[in-house]
């Protein structure tokens, strides 16, 4: 989550120079047709979509003060609601990512559907949302082979499914590339390749990135709520700190951060990051990796914690000894790990928001929508977490995870009887050859 305030637009002559570019003229035809031009005056203006109850109890206030209080109170409300679905369990985070992702995405094409005057255009939005179900199967099918793997080799449908499913993804895409092939018309080809780009780089953007963010569920929901978290933090403390001590500007293309936020955001993020994880790395429900148990049809989140969520004792270097006093301090490893995480989230997931207001001032909007009152699109509060997802699950495959045995003895028991033998007899021999087994008689 991102702070997104009002801009100024740039008086600079970028869509002038889009125009005069669009007059050469491609296969005989002129690109410089209305259906062709970036002309975004046509796009509806920002309306003022506090609810009438704020404007209201508000009304004495200065215009900054009131949107001070406004964003104030809607972020709280947000931050409650947060609460609430994290104890719905991982099942409800699943449905909240894939409704964040779903209305990302609608925002985003939205915007490109108004911008190109994409209202002639034969299939554009069908072919948009078939893709979006195209993408969403591929990854939610290989997310459910992957941990529902007992369920799926259970039950014939899913196994069959399962073992075709990336067949079967690839003729959906390949019936919906056809599609927009044949619905190809004169006078509109670059139009129609530019919604085509416009879509898949949209599904690059959101659908993948909203698939780690499952992931990193999976792993634990502390590798969801601690990255996320820290985003949230950064973003209110950079704005508070900005809103009261901000004022050398930060980067022109948001003219409204400042250097004082950004770096009183990163401080207060990482001692957050560090609370945070010491809190949440004493409970089982947080630690352990989100399992699908076949015994009662649920998830489990219930295991031994592994070293990273155990207390260990640290000794403190001598300079900060002389400081504070303290030889040694017990902490769980997994702080340290939300140094990095915390420190990612207030140095380089801020960048997320500055790709989203380049993205903004590229086609003269404030916001991709007018969902949240105060705050714009539900993309204007993820473009930061989406950064933040990525990371977390290179971060993860990089530095935490290893060889799962469970879904190795998964895999292993698909295989033919043939197989499994000669992988048993290979083992066997090898732990023998470690000396962690006794050779039998009938073996020498």
């Known amino acids: 989550m991102r702070s997104s305030g009002a801009f100024k637009i740039d008086t600079d002559n970028t869509f002038q120079a889009l125009e005069l570019e669009s007059e050469a003229k491609v296969d005989g035809e002129t690109a410089s047709d209305s259906e062709s031009r970036v002309d975004t005056a046509s796009l509806p203006p920002s309306a003022d979509d506090t609810p009438e109850v704020l404007n209201r109890a508000l009304s004495n206030l200065s215009s900054r003060w009131k949107n001070w209080w406004v964003r104030g109170i809607l972020t709280l409300a947000m931050i409650a609601f947060f609460f609430i679905i994290i104890y719905l369990g991982p099942m409800v985070l699943m449905m909240i990512v894939m409704c964040v992702q779903i209305k990302c995405f609608h925002e985003i094409i939205t915007i490109g559907y108004n911008v190109y ?7 554009f939005r069908t072919l948009s949302w078939y893709f979006l179900l195209c993408v969403n199967y591929f990854f939610y099918g290989e997310t459910v082979t992957d941990y529902f793997f007992t369920l799926v080799q259970r039950e014939e449908p899913l196994r069959i499914l399962s073992k075709y499913h990336r067949f079967i993804s690839f003729t959906l895409y390949l019936t919906g590339f056809c599609m927009f092939v044949l619905s190809l018309v004169k006078k509109h080809y670059r139009l129609q390749f530019y919604m ?6 949209t599904l690059l953007i959101v659908v993948t990135q909203s698939h780690l963010v499952i992931h990193n569920l999976f792993e634990g929901m502390i590798w969801f709520i601690v990255p996320i978290s820290c985003v949230i933090c950064n973003d209110i403390m950079a704005y508070m700190f900005g809103f009261f001590f901000g004022r050398t500007p930060l980067i022109k293309l948001s003219p409204k951060k400042t250097w004082e936020g950004f770096i009183g955001g990163c401080f207060a993020t990482v001692v957050f990051g560090l609370l945070l994880s010491y809190v949440m790395s004493g409970y089982r429900c947080f630690v352990c990796p989100v399992e699908y148990n076949n015994d009662t049809n649920s998830f489990t989140v219930d295991c031994e914690p592994s070293d990273l969520f155990r207390l260990q004792e640290y000794n403190i270097p ?5 400081v504070i006093g303290w030889k040694t301090v017990r902490m769980y490893p997994f702080q340290i ?3 990095a995480l915390s420190t990612f989230a207030s140095l380089i997931g801020p960048f997320g928001g500055f790709f989203a207001s380049g993205f903004k001032r ?22 930061c977490q989406y950064l933040m997802a990525t990371f977390v699950n290179v971060y993860i495959a990089s530095f935490i995870r290893g060889p799962n045995p469970s879904k190795l003895v998964q895999q292993f028991l698909t295989l033919r009887p043939d197989q499994q033998l000669h992988i048993f007899n290979t083992l066997k021999s090898h732990l023998i050859d470690k000396g962690m087994l006794t050779a039998a008689p009938e073996d020498e």
Do not use: C, E
């Open 117 to 123: 005057h994409s209202y002639d255009l034969p299939w």
């Open 196 to 201: 085509f780009g416009w879509t898949h780089v």
């Open 318 to 322: 001598g300079v900060i000894q002389s």
């Open 337 to 339: 790990h939300s140094i």
């Open 362 to 383: 590229a086609f003269k909007i404030k916001d991709f929508a007018n969902t949240i009152p105060g705050h714009g699109g539900i993309m204007d509060r993820f473009d």
